[in-house]
């Protein structure tokens, strides 16, 4: 038996590959399948089933490209109806992979048709449990995701579901199962998720709330609903696509690997319906940009964030990139269903710079000059994290504007003034200025480092959760 987990850090998901004699099963696939099939290859296995655990939200997953090359089974659960050709697994029923067995939960909460795969091993023995969005380390699915205009269920009646769900299907499971999530931290997914990848239900127990038997079901309810942040738009979109089918990414790669001239790619920015994207590092964005253009760095959760920032309707994007990245870029565009890329800078600001074409910049200040320059300065500052992050410390005076509430500043700024601006490490501030500059905001000056630089600098200004002052 071989367990393989594929844990994609861009979306913070976790997909799965199991082998057994020659056989294969894949759980939750990411859009390019081409890892799951090498790895088939490469063990002259094939791969017999693409297990569901539920309509991802985040991701548009691989089931299709997969079944497609492979000829796999699609399987999902309980009630789940899609355009394609695939299989309504029933709760209880099992699998046959070559001498393993795998049995399918159904545990509704996260989503209606949310599912678990229980996974035994040859003697017949539960081996290990994957819980897609149903249960993470630390965690459990949000219960406010679920997309089907033929139900009116509330929040509250989910999280009711997955208390059940927790308690009949996964609460008379033994302490010893190993818990392969579909999640870890940074997912949108849920709240407070562990970074660990993989742990024992009996550890889960002690650890996670969610699986504390006496926790009453109203108790859960309401710790589960409480503090939801508002899902990304993109989210709907992706369920669409996951239900109803999607072109295949080799559609995607025909449109986006169009290399364009400096004077092709000039000529189509005069296009109002195409949006400029520069997913180079944030230094190189500060240091010379194209005028209007998008920043969102490619080193980062940059799926994410396309998806919470780039209306999923948006005609058409073209690409400022390193060279040799592009088609990773158009790849990680299409996991969260964004195809409309069709083209990008042949030979990058490089190319751009050696026409003689303008550049836009933005400032820098190191964090050890943050505290003189706004003294000196009087110059505000804004803090473009969470709450959840302020809540543990923050900067006296700072305005809070979130990345994905930027569209909300009307009233907020000067568009006279000078803004320092800094979120946890430097990513998400470069992502912000070029937003607002591309909004007619040129004042805002970047903190380089973000706040861990500036509490490296005034880290005796941070003790016990307190503000600076």
């Not at 195409?274 to 230094?283: H, K, Q």
């Not at 073209?318 to 990245?325: A, Q, Y």
């Amino acid at each position: 038996m071989i367990i393989k987990q594929y844990y994609e850090k861009c979306l913070s998901q976790a997909s799965y590959y199991i082998e057994h004699n020659g056989a294969v099963a894949i759980i939750d696939p990411i859009r390019d399948t081409s890892q799951y099939i090498h790895q088939a290859y490469l063990h002259k296995a094939n791969i017999l089933y693409i297990f569901e655990t539920h309509f991802h939200a985040d991701f548009v997953s691989g089931h299709l490209e997969l079944a497609r090359n492979t000829g796999a089974k699609i399987i999902f659960g309980p009630g789940a109806e899609t355009a394609f050709e695939s299989y309504k697994g029933l709760d209880g029923e099992y699998f046959d992979l070559n001498g393993l067995k795998i049995k399918l939960l159904h545990t509704p909460g996260h989503t209606l048709e949310s599912c678990c795969y229980l996974l035994e091993d040859e003697s017949g023995k539960d081996y290990a449990l994957f819980t897609g969005d149903t249960l993470f380390l630390g965690d459990v699915g949000r219960p406010d995701l679920a997309q089907n205009s033929k139900i009116s269920l509330s929040q509250q009646d989910l999280a009711g579901m997955l208390y059940d769900s927790l308690k009949t299907k996964i609460g008379p499971l033994s302490d010893e199962l190993i818990i392969f999530p579909g999640h870890g931290a940074g997912s949108a997914c849920g709240k407070n998720l562990s970074a660990d990848r993989m742990d024992l239900l009996g550890n889960q127990r002690k650890t996670n709330y969610a699986l504390n038997i006496s926790l009453s079901k109203s108790g859960f309810i309401s710790l589960v609903c409480n503090g939801l942040s508002v899902p990304p738009p993109y989210f709907g979109m992706n369920v669409n696509l996951n239900k109803k089918g999607y072109h295949s990414l080799l559609n995607a790669y025909d449109r986006g690997e169009n290399a364009m001239s400096v004077d092709e790619f000039e000529a189509s920015m005069k296009d109002k319906n195409v949006l400029v994207l520069d997913v180079r590092s944030s230094e190189d964005f500060a240091k010379g940009h194209i005028p209007g253009a998008i920043h969102i760095g490619l080193d980062g959760s940059f799926a994410p964030w396309v998806g919470s920032l780039i209306p999923v309707d948006q005609p058409q994007i073209i690409l400022i990139c390193e060279t040799g990245r592009e088609r990773e870029t158009i790849t990680r565009l299409a996991r969260v269903g964004y195809d409309q890329c069709s083209g990008y800078l042949d030979g990058g600001m490089k190319k751009w710079l050696i026409a003689g074409k303008s550049i836009d910049v933005v400032k820098n200040i190191d964090a050890e000059d943050f505290e003189a320059y706004t003294m000196q300065q009087n110059i505000p500052f804004i803090d473009i994290r969470n709450e959840s992050e302020r809540s543990k410390d923050q900067i006296s005076g700072s305005v809070n504007i979130l990345l994905e509430k930027n569209f909300e500043i009307s009233g907020k700024l000067d568009t006279s003034k000078e803004y320092l601006v800094y979120c946890a490490g430097g990513y998400r501030a470069m992502i912000f200025i070029s937003l607002l500059k591309s909004k007619g905001y040129h004042g805002c000056i970047n903190v380089s480092g973000g706040l861990s630089a500036i509490r490296s600098v005034k880290n005796k200004c941070f003790l016990n959760n307190k503000q600076i002052s």
